[in-house]
């Protein structure tokens, strides 16, 4: 039988080398398999007719049949054209050419029926349509021609003739090619069950469907498909899991977490942290291994449950890791950890790429002999020769830079794999969520510590900033601090480490009343330390810096923020850094500066950061501007998210209503063995293999 998947496009007739070639660096296809599933990105309605009177300008591709009376050539050089007078007997209008005139005239006769297909508009008050399609009325039947299928293609396709057209002659040719059914990939339970139409009518229907209403069932079908195998896959890899392991049992808690519960903390917790750490505890009292999401907004107070969560493994003889994705990062929660721990006898110590091979050696030694209670670390934790006496707990804090391979790597250091917590500053959609932390239990922190005021966010144009600056200078007068963040991007770091340079000396100048501290990547860490720790002990009251301070930093003094650039970060970076102020008592100020002329996108942007001062909501309006595959984190999740016809903007219902079907696949048949869903398995096979989801459970 033919293998769609592994048979090579170029033996599709009217492909061959050439454009096989083309098809490959373009769109990536290879096989008949991808061409099979590319997807047209819109249809028109053909089966529509429209008089001429009804004409307009700013009208969709419209049909028209009628019968042209005249031609007339026109206009010299560039603007050289062939106009054909067509009418259905309700009006005229201008069919128009300016390439191909000889060809176009010779092939088309006066007074007879065409069916003309097109896009209409204004020129000089007269509605005419360019290079319009021109069929013969009596060869082409209306009745079945549909909606017609229009593909993306590249210029450089279409330069070879390759254009949406031609695609459809292609999966046309590859229907007669096939000249079978194609088999199910769904189980039939599924497909009776939910009503949908079988594999074979929705790929046909999806490339050439006759009406809208069996169209959305298709594609309903195929997303459903779709978003399935990700989440079965996600939710048998965590059914295994929950199988294969016990966890680690944290079974009391101890005289670390009371002394510092009772002595130590500083406040109270909120309602919110309690909760989520009774959800811990329960976790890890369990027997099973722990493997869960806090989501809460930037100043939740994360990092304090985390703490709890730590104190608790060193109560029942465990050991902790806390992994963060920046080295700043890390040498702040190091040093915060250490704070606030005081003299209670609980080691913590720090592991980054900028740690010395001369420190490794004692660093690796006392970890490996159970003296080090809590390392602190970056991703150079994640390495094999980092090895732990007793691991018990994995702390993945801030953001969602880590994904599931980075979480299977932590479980291997030890022979139980260790308790996992995943938090993350920025919430992300629940979508994205389901689908990159699919696997994971869900706390949230919904509640910021008392006597915190919301932030006020405000658009400032570069044209305006002398009344910023000026509003700054009351703020440095209160005795209060102020960031000013520069973007900086690999691409363009000489440029953008020359705009912050000089915005840094220009602010010198402007506030020479005061000090102000540089910040950037570029830095020694030694150097980079020095200057947080100036500004956080308030010996600089500006700090001028690139987004390495994006995540995590702590200075409640610190309360305006400044984004220059703004246009060129994401809503849940803008929202991220903005997170870094408003941490005090003081009401906080957040001024986002842009150039007076904007893109739709950025204005949008800049109107939701300052009218929302909730994460959940911005990370909602940050899916659906930048679509799934531009979200932070995804790249590194293991996950494909270039997805074929699902939008995890747009079809959260369907997800959620997948989750719940591949849930009762996994419950009803855990080792993947009942006949009645072998399709199943076996098409999650071929899935992870296609798209190199090397991770999970089956294989
Ligand atoms: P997150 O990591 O969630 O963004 P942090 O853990 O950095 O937030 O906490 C933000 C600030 O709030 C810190 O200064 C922390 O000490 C403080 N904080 C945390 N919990 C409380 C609480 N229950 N009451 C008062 N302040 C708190
Ligand atoms: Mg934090």
């Known amino acids: 039988m033919l293998d769609t998947t592994t048979r090579n496009i170029k033996y599709l007739p009217g492909v061959g080398e050439q454009r096989a070639a083309l098809l490959d660096k373009e769109l990536g296809i290879r096989s008949l398999y991808d061409l099979l599933y590319y997807f047209p990105y819109k249809y028109i309605d053909r089966s529509r007719v429209f008089k001429v009177a009804e004409l307009g300008g700013h009208m969709q591709h419209v049909q028209l049949l009628g019968e042209i009376r005249s031609f007339e050539e026109m206009g010299e050089g560039a603007s050289r054209r062939l106009v054909a007078h067509f009418t259905d007997g309700t009006a005229f209008v201008d069919l128009v050419w300016f390439r191909g005139l000889k060809f176009v005239k010779n092939r088309l006769k006066l007074n007879t029926q065409y069916v003309v297909f097109g896009k209409p508009s204004m020129f000089n008050g007269r509605v005419n349509i360019a290079h319009p399609d021109v069929d013969d009325a009596a060869l082409l039947k209306l009745d079945n021609m549909g909606l017609q299928p229009y593909y993306n293609t590249t210029e450089r396709m279409k330069r ?8 459809a002659k292609l999966v046309q040719n590859l229907f007669t090619l096939l000249n079978r059914e194609i088999e199910e990939t769904l189980s039939s339970d599924i497909t009776r069950k939910h009503g949908l139409m079988s594999l074979d009518d929705a790929l046909r229907i999806i490339h050439f469907p006759k009406n809208g209403k069996e169209l959305q069932l298709a594609q309903y079908r195929l997303k459903f498909e779709e978003l399935f195998y990700i989440q079965l896959n ?51 009292n369990s027997n099973r291994q722990m493997n869960r999401l806090i989501q809460g907004d930037v100043g939740s107070g994360k990092t304090l449950v985390a703490l709890l969560s730590m104190l608790l493994a060193k109560d029942n003889g465990y050991q902790a890791c806390m992994l963060v994705p920046t080295e700043i990062l890390a040498e702040q929660h190091f040093a915060t950890l250490r704070r606030m721990l005081g003299s209670l006898p609980v080691r913590v110590e720090l592991l980054t790429g900028s740690t010395k091979a001369k420190e490794r050696v004692p660093l690796f030694e006392d970890l490996a002999s159970g003296e080090i209670d809590i390392l602190v670390g970056t991703h150079a934790v994640l390495e094999d020769n980092v090895q732990f006496y007793n691991l018990g707990l994995v702390v993945i804090d801030e953001q969602h830079r880590f994904g599931v391979v980075q979480r299977a790597k932590m479980w291997a250091k030890n022979n139980i794999p260790p308790h996992v917590l995943v938090m993350t500053a920025t919430p992300i959609p629940r979508t994205l969520a389901m689908t990159l932390y699919g696997d994971l239990d869900v706390s949230v922190i919904d509640e910021l510590p008392p006597g915190r005021k919301p932030i006020t966010t405000t658009h400032v144009f570069r044209s305006r900033a002398d009344g910023m600056y000026s509003f700054i200078k009351k703020q440095l ?126 204005r949008k942007r800049m109107e939701i950061m300052t009218t929302s001062n909730d994460g959940f909501e911005i990370a909602e309006a940050d899916l659906k501007l930048r679509g799934p595959g531009d979200m932070e984190g995804t790249q590194q999740s293991g996950i494909a998210f270039d997805l074929k016809i699902a939008n995890l903007a747009r079809d959260e219902q369907i997800l959620k209503f997948v989750r719940e079907v591949a849930r009762e696949v996994v419950d009803a048949d855990p080792e993947c063995n009942h006949p009645q869903y072998r399709v199943v398995w076996e098409r999650l096979r071929m899935i992870k293999r296609m798209n190199g989801w090397n991770w999970g459970a089956i294989s």
């Open 160 to 167: 070879s003739g390759l254009n949406s057209n031609a695609m």
């Open 234 to 284: 996600i939710l048998h890899y965590a059914k295994d899991r929950q199988l294969r392991y016990v966890g680690h049992r944290f079974a009391k808690v101890g005289d670390m977490f009371n002394r510092f519960y009772h002595e130590n903390l500083p406040f109270e917790l909120t309602g919110a942290q309690k909760r989520v750490v009774r959800e811990i505890r329960a976790d890890v």
């Open 477 to 602: 007068e209160e005795g209060r601090q102020a960031y000013v963040v520069y973007p900086l991007i690999k691409e363009n770091e000489k440029l953008d480490l020359k705009n912050l340079e000089d915005g840094y000396n220009q602010l010198c100048n402007i506030f020479c009343d005061y000090k102000l501290g540089k910040l950037h990547g570029k830095m020694k860490p030694k150097e980079k330390d020095e200057e947080m720790r100036r500004f956080a002990q308030g010996e600089t009251q500006i700090l001028v810096s690139t987004t390495v301070i994006e995540v995590g930093v702590d200075v409640p003094n610190a309360s305006v923020m400044v984004i220059e650039n703004a246009e060129r970060f994401g809503l849940s970076q803008l929202h991220q850094l903005r997170g870094r102020v408003g941490r005090g008592a003081a009401q906080s100020f957040c001024l986002l500066v842009t150039d007076y002329k904007l893109s739709e996108d950025t």
